[in-house]
């Protein structure tokens, strides 16, 4: 068993594993999950795989057998998509507040419309629309509720 895969193959070997483990096998819980990731060779916490499974869209469906188990809520390709927003929110954006139901996202100059593209493709449940500048975001969502929600989702983002 690998030492340290996570060290040596990263974040999306590990999620590239998660989708294979839970398109192949049962996993029922997050410790189902994180067994099978250390028989894999990752050395991981709970809180890892927590964000895992909600970077990833994981949802628990039933079976046909009516017990529950992981499935990936899009498609695979959006995983994709997933890991190039986080990169590039990561490396461009300054700062994030929000008003009622408007979201400012603050970047560096010249990236706010490649973030906002990119943050475009995931689909965020309650965002309405959004709308860049050259160092700045408007998200307009749902109502507050919803904007609170993804300033705290997106400050989470390291």
């Avoid at 009622?100 to 906002?116: E, H």
Wanted: net charge negative.
């Amino acid at each position: 068993m690998n030492q340290n895969k996570e060290t040596n193959n990263g974040k999306t070997t590990r999620r590239e594993t998660i989708l294979k483990l839970i398109a192949g096998e049962k996993i029922a819980t997050q410790n189902d999950l994180l067994k099978r990731l250390e028989e894999e060779g990752f050395q991981v916490t709970q809180a890892t795989v927590s964000r895992d499974i909600r970077e990833l869209r994981l949802v628990k469906t039933a079976d046909g057998d009516g017990d529950y188990r992981y499935q990936a809520g899009k498609p695979t390709e959006k995983y994709q998509a997933t890991s190039k927003f986080y990169s590039l929110y990561r490396d461009s954006v300054i700062h994030i507040d929000y008003a009622r139901n408007m979201v400012v996202i603050k970047s560096y100059t010249g990236m706010a419309q490649a973030v906002c593209a990119t943050m475009d493709d995931l689909e965020w449940p309650g965002v309405v629309g959004t709308l860049a500048g050259d160092d700045t975001i408007l998200v307009i969502t749902r109502d507050d509720v919803c904007a609170r929600e993804l300033v705290q989702t997106l400050r989470e983002i390291e």
